[in-house]
Each structure stands twice: as structure tokens, then as C-alpha cells.
């Protein structure tokens, strides 16, 4: 075996015109532009309303109250006394007097007894910990017995110390954006029987689009997966579930009917249809040069 360097070869040099033209004729499928089609479109969306929702102190300190303790707070500390007996029936004939707040060192029975204190990893059995770390566990609640290894564990929950909370000015804007989202989902819901309204009455795209206070998007002509005669690909037509499928059943200036998913609605209109063809020789010379030297290489 042996290395070929690149640098090795000899020159290529340049293409005869025979050579272009026969590579012209040779690739005339390949080199063929498709049909493409130049497309209008309005998207509306809840993010189109989010400028529009006016959120007030009020709604600020009302929504952090809401949620404080479950989004906007660490997590609480639990001190709670734990009971280990040799077997269940033991540990059940203990539960009264657990129950009725005996010190942790005067249940006998115990063959260890220990008050702790910390989140809830501490806690060996997965079960206990979601019993005890709940959010409805009182003070004085008793949970157990449960296995834990041989033994049977009883955990009586003694105090429970609040996790320190995020002050509001650190989540103000969070919550802000939060709130101007969920006004947005309702002011997009009560556009859309005025969208149908402006539809219904055959009022232009731009008309429509001044009526709901959106934008009217329009693209370069594209073939039917998107691409533009220079390689480009418009996202919004892409991504738009059957957009496409819908541009090419519809004839030049037609709009499609509206329609999307729960949260963003569409409607296009075919703008300009430009036919299948093959380029002249002069328009994709630079090309056929660029693959003849690929062949030669």
C-alpha cells in the first residue's frame, strides 16, 4: 500500500467546451429546477399577543403568593424521631404510646430509637420519605411501620423547619412573562372568530392580517420541500404541518382555507407559480465546471 497525496497529482486544467456540453447533456434531469412557489402566509400565534397583555403589580404579588411555597421556596428541613423493632407486631404494640408523645428513649420495645433532623435523603426508605416530607404531614403524624432492611422502622414527625424562599424581585420578571403568557393564550383564543369573520367575508390577506394586527410573511418561490432556487429554506414553511401540500393544491392567487394546531393557525396565498425548467447551458456552467473537475479528480 502506499499514500496518494493530493498535491501529488497532476493538473487538471481546464474543461473543453466539448467536455460541458456533454456533461450538460449527461445531467439535464439532475440540473432541472422544479415548480416553486412564491408564498404569503399569516401565522398567528399567542406570542403574537404577549406585547398586548397588560400584567399588573397585583397580578405579580397574587401569582408569587399562589405559588410560593411550591415553586418560589428550597425545600423544608423535618425533625422526626425514628423507632426500630425486630419484627411488625412488635413495632404495631408500640404505636400507642408513640402516638401519645412518649420520649424517643422510653419505648423499650425499640431495639434503637433516634430523633434526626434534614431533608428528606436522610431517610433510608423511599416510602417513609415521600410519607414524611409530604406536604400534608402534620407535626405529631406517625408513619410506619415499614421494612427497612431486617427491621421494622416507625418515624414519628416532631417539627417541621420552611425552606428559605426566593424573594419576589428575584422572580418579578419570571413571573411577569409567565402571566403576559397565559392573558396571551386567551386574547389569541378570542381572535380566532374574528380571523373566520375577516375570511368569511373574502377579505384579502393583508386585510385580515391588519384586522387581527399581525404581519403578513412572504417568501421567495420554493419547491415543495421548502427550497428556495438558491438553496435556502423558510422555516415557517417548513414547519407549518401540511402548509406546503396545501400551497401546491391551490392555483396561482388562491388563499387556503385557515387552519393549525391549539396554539398557532395559519392561512397562505399563492403568490406566483414558476414552472418546471431547465436551465440554459450559461446558467449552470460555473456547476458543470465544479463537477467536471470533481470526475477528474
Do not use: C
Amino acid at each position: 500500500w502506499f499514500i496518494l497525496n493530493q498535491a501529488d497529482l497532476p493538473e487538471i486544467g481546464e474543461p473543453s467546451e466539448e467536455a460541458l456540453l456533454a456533461l450538460f447533456e449527461e445531467r439535464r434531469e439532475a440540473l432541472r429546477e422544479p415548480e416553486r412557489r412564491g408564498v404569503s402566509l399569516i401565522r398567528l400565534s399567542p406570542d403574537d399577543y404577549v406585547a398586548n397583555s397588560e400584567v399588573s403589580e397585583d397580578d405579580i404579588i397574587a401569582y408569587y403568593e399562589a405559588y410560593k411555597a411550591e415553586r418560589y421556596t428550597g425545600p423544608d428541613s423535618r425533625t422526626f424521631a425514628e423507632f426500630s423493632f425486630t419484627d411488625e407486631d412488635t413495632a404495631r404494640a408500640a404505636l400507642g404510646r408513640i402516638a401519645g408523645g412518649a420520649a424517643a428513649d422510653a419505648i423499650d420495645t425499640a431495639i434503637s430509637t433516634q430523633v434526626r433532623s434534614g431533608r428528606r435523603e436522610i431517610i433510608n426508605s423511599a416510602r417513609l420519605s415521600e410519607q414524611v416530607f409530604s406536604r400534608g404531614a402534620q407535626v405529631g403524624s406517625i408513619h410506619g411501620p415499614q421494612p427497612v432492611g431486617t427491621d421494622f422502622v416507625v418515624i414519628r414527625l416532631e417539627d417541621i423547619t420552611p425552606g428559605e424562599a426566593t424573594p419576589l424581585e428575584f422572580v418579578r420578571e419570571e413571573i411577569e412573562t409567565e402571566i403576559a403568557r397565559e392573558l396571551a393564550v386567551g386574547l389569541f383564543y378570542d381572535a380566532l372568530p374574528l380571523f373566520d369573520d375577516l375570511l368569511g367575508t373574502g377579505e384579502t390577506l393583508e386585510g385580515i392580517a391588519q384586522g387581527l394586527g399581525a404581519p403578513v410573511l412572504s417568501f421567495a418561490p420554493v419547491d415543495m420541500n421548502g427550497f428556495s432556487s438558491t438553496g435556502q429554506r423558510f422555516l415557517p414553511l417548513v414547519t407549518a404541518p401540511g402548509l406546503l401540500q396545501m400551497v401546491y393544491a391551490q392555483a396561482e392567487g388562491r388563499t387556503t382555507e385557515r387552519f393549525g394546531d391549539d396554539e398557532v393557525t395559519w392561512i397562505a396565498r399563492v403568490d406566483s407559480i414558476v414552472p418546471e425548467r431547465l436551465p440554459e447551458f450559461d446558467e449552470v456552467r460555473d456547476r458543470l465546471i465544479a463537477t467536471w473537475r470533481q470526475q477528474q479528480e
